[in-house]
Every structure is written in structure tokens, then in C-alpha cells.
């Protein structure tokens, strides 16, 4: 009788996530959303003219806003995401989480502390700036 519950077992758990040092998360819906309100709380402290808050603040938006719209269901969140399985979605906010926190203790919106060295910005004989597309 073991030998039969064990494959429904499986079925209803998965037991790996077949990538090493990615365990797995038996709830990580709950767990996704938690870290993606984290991120938009620290993401409220960075002046709202920033292109990261900006960028982030939308890509996290949308990002909680498909989870919510889930209502549990981790394989819809994993289709419409489309960046893996759930376990690697949820890796990727925790590291967004902690690149938002050190972009507020850097202050990477300010001015820089010194000017730049003349020709710091070219590269192939173009100006690189933040304001400026090519």
C-alpha cells in the first residue's frame, strides 16, 4: 500500500526543484507577495523621479498584480510570469528586495560626490549618459 500512495504523494508535493541550493517552497504564494509589498514599501522611500524606482516600482506592480489575480493557483503565477519555476520567482524578488534596500542606503539618484574624468562616459566614440538614447 505504500508503494501506491507514495506517486500520489508526488503528484501533490513536489519533492525537488531539480536545481542545486533551490529548495522547495510549500507555500510560496503567501511568501511572494509578502516580498513583493516589502519591495514596493522600501521602493515609496526613493525619490519618485528615480528611473529604478520607476522601473521597478512597475515590473513589481505587475508582478503582484498577476499573483493576486491567481488566487493560488503557483502554475498560472509560473505561466503568465514566465521566469521559471515559483521557487526561482521567489529568488529573484528576495534579491530585488535586497538591491532596492542598498539602492536607498547608496542614494544612486543623487548627483556624483565627484565630476567625472573627461571621456569616463564614451565608449566607440559615443557620450553615455542616463538622459540620452541611441
Do not use: C
Not at 30 to 41: G, I, N
Not at 42 to 69: F, N
Not at 85 to 110: F, G, H, P, R, T
Amino acid at each position: 500500500m505504500f508503494r501506491l500512495t507514495r506517486p500520489l504523494l508526488y503528484a501533490v508535493r513536489k519533492p525537488t526543484t531539480g536545481i542545486t541550493g533551490l529548495r522547495v517552497h510549500h507555500d510560496p504564494l503567501p511568501e511572494l507577495k509578502k516580498t513583493y509589498e516589502a519591495t514596493l514599501q522600501t521602493l515609496s522611500a526613493i525619490p519618485q523621479s528615480s528611473v529604478y524606482r520607476q522601473g521597478t516600482e512597475a515590473l513589481t506592480l505587475h508582478k503582484l498584480k498577476v499573483v493576486e489575480k491567481a488566487n493560488g493557483n503557483v502554475a498560472a503565477v509560473e505561466e503568465v510570469l514566465d521566469e521559471g519555476q515559483i521557487e526561482e520567482v521567489l529568488d529573484v524578488a528576495q534579491d530585488e528586495l535586497s538591491l532596492a534596500n542598498k539602492m536607498l542606503e547608496w542614494k544612486a539618484w543623487e548627483p556624483l560626490e565627484e565630476k567625472p574624468q573627461p571621456g569616463q562616459w564614451q565608449y566607440f566614440g559615443k557620450e553615455a549618459t542616463a538622459s540620452t538614447s541611441s
